[in-house]
């Protein structure tokens, strides 16, 4: 992630206090600061008005942006008051231009009506937790964050779903994914020793081991780089070890290419180990990944014309 650990606390501190609200809350976000003019005259505008919607699952965040300058500097804001609306942990809406209290009700209104807020409760008056529709949707999320190389918020979105739906295996393999994405390959591993012998036999879960296994060969920069010039030589073994190294470290369009270059070159080399690692890769990302569906297209057409 390329964090020191003030930002990175910064960051565990704001996906517990608004990414994971969001997922099923509309959380005002407002950027203060305490030497604000016009942040004095707004905040007690949002604190009154989401305190009438409360009960719509409505919630505010303020960010102080003296103190939190990593997270400010992460939304790009360059003046003071700006409110963001997020919603399962993505902005929905700027509300900054509102700074009345109809002008605030009419945007919470208008976003009310288009976003599937949780805000019923339950027989003893606790919030209900979403639907299995919208937990099949939250996992989606999840996976589309994976894809997009975003895996601590990647992170965020499993964890949540997990609190929601503990027996979920699919939410438990994307959890477990997005961790060892997020470099906390250890913690991953740990997890699935302590797993029940039946749930880790799922295929879901043997996506993990796949991710788990690969994530071993993960080197840093300067290492990567010399794999790759030494790959460039031509030796197939210098060349699959590019290849393993570069998908560890998130590259996996070069670790791919890589390897289907080797497949066409030698497909039976090391007993087809090039394509043994390129399917073990598909394995780790999803057969219905778009990337890995794109992906074996090439190799069919290598392997079979």
Same mark, same amino acid.
């Given at each position: 992630?390329?964090?020191?650990?003030?930002?990175?606390?910064?960051?565990?501190?704001?996906? =517990? =206090?608004?990414?994971?609200?969001?997922?099923?809350?509309?959380?005002?976000?407002?950027?203060?600061?305490?030497?604000?003019?016009?942040?004095?005259?707004?905040?007690?505008?949002?604190?009154?008005?989401?305190?009438?919607?409360?009960?719509?699952?409505?919630?505010?965040?303020?960010?102080?942006?003296?103190?939190?300058?990593?997270?400010?500097?992460?939304?790009?804001?360059?003046?003071?008051?700006?409110? #963001?609306?997020?919603?399962?942990?993505?902005?929905?809406?700027?509300?900054?231009?509102?700074?009345?209290?109809?002008?605030?009700?009419?945007?919470?209104? /208008?976003?009310?009506?288009?976003?599937?807020?949780?805000?019923?409760?339950?027989?003893?008056?606790?919030?209900?937790?979403?639907?299995?529709?919208?937990?099949?949707?939250?996992?989606?999320?999840?996976?589309?964050?994976?894809?997009?190389?975003?895996?601590?918020?990647?992170?965020?979105?499993? /964890?949540?779903?997990?609190?929601?739906?503990?027996?979920?295996?699919?939410?438990?393999?994307?959890?477990?994914?997005?961790?060892?994405?997020?470099?906390?390959?250890?913690?991953?591993?740990?997890?699935?020793?302590?797993?029940?012998?039946?749930?880790?036999?799922?295929?879901?879960?043997?996506?993990?081991?796949?991710?788990?296994?690969?994530?071993?060969?993960?080197?840093?920069?300067?290492?990567?780089?010399?794999?790759?010039?030494?790959?460039?030589?031509?030796?197939?073994?210098?060349? #699959?070890? #590019?290849?393993?190294?570069?998908?560890?470290?998130?590259?996996?369009?070069?670790?791919?290419?890589?390897?289907?270059?080797?497949?066409?070159?030698?497909?039976?080399?090391?007993?087809?180990?090039?394509?043994?690692?390129?399917? /073990?890769?598909?394995?780790?990302?999803?057969?219905?990944?778009?990337?890995?569906?794109?992906?074996?297209?090439?190799?069919?057409?290598?392997?079979?014309?």
């Amino acid at each position: 992630m390329g964090l020191n650990i003030d930002e990175q606390k910064a960051v565990d501190k704001f996906r =517990q =206090q608004v990414v994971e609200p969001s997922m099923t809350k509309l959380v005002v976000l407002d950027f203060w600061a305490e030497w604000c003019g016009p942040c004095k005259q707004l905040t007690p505008v949002l604190e009154k008005v989401v305190g009438e919607y409360a009960d719509k699952g409505v919630v505010l965040e303020k960010v102080n942006v003296d103190e939190e300058q990593f997270i400010a500097s992460q939304f790009q804001v360059r003046s003071i008051p700006t409110v #963001y609306a997020m919603f399962q942990g993505q902005p929905v809406a700027d509300m900054t231009s509102a700074r009345t209290e109809s002008q605030v009700k009419q945007m919470l209104d /208008q976003l009310l009506e288009k976003l599937p807020i949780n805000a019923d409760g339950g027989p003893d008056g606790a919030p209900q937790g979403p639907s299995e529709e919208e937990i099949k949707q939250f996992i989606a999320m999840g996976e589309q964050a994976l894809s997009d190389g975003d895996a601590e918020r990647a992170v965020g979105i499993f /964890q949540q779903v997990i609190e929601f739906a503990p027996t979920s295996i699919e939410a438990m393999s994307g959890y477990l994914r997005a961790l060892i994405e997020a470099g906390h390959a250890e913690q991953a591993e740990a997890m699935l020793k302590e797993m029940p012998e039946d749930v880790a036999k799922d295929p879901a879960i043997e996506r993990v081991k796949a991710a788990l296994e690969l994530s071993a060969n993960k080197v840093d920069d300067s290492e990567l780089a010399a794999l790759k010039d030494k790959a460039a030589g031509g030796d197939m073994d210098a060349r #699959y070890a #590019y290849a393993e190294a570069a998908f560890a470290a998130g590259q996996r369009d070069a670790a791919a290419d890589e390897l289907l270059a080797m497949i066409e070159a030698d497909r039976e080399w090391n007993d087809g180990a090039a394509r043994t690692k390129l399917l /073990q890769i598909f394995e780790a990302v999803g057969l219905e990944d778009e990337w890995v569906v794109a992906t074996r297209r090439k190799l069919s057409k290598i392997l079979f014309g």
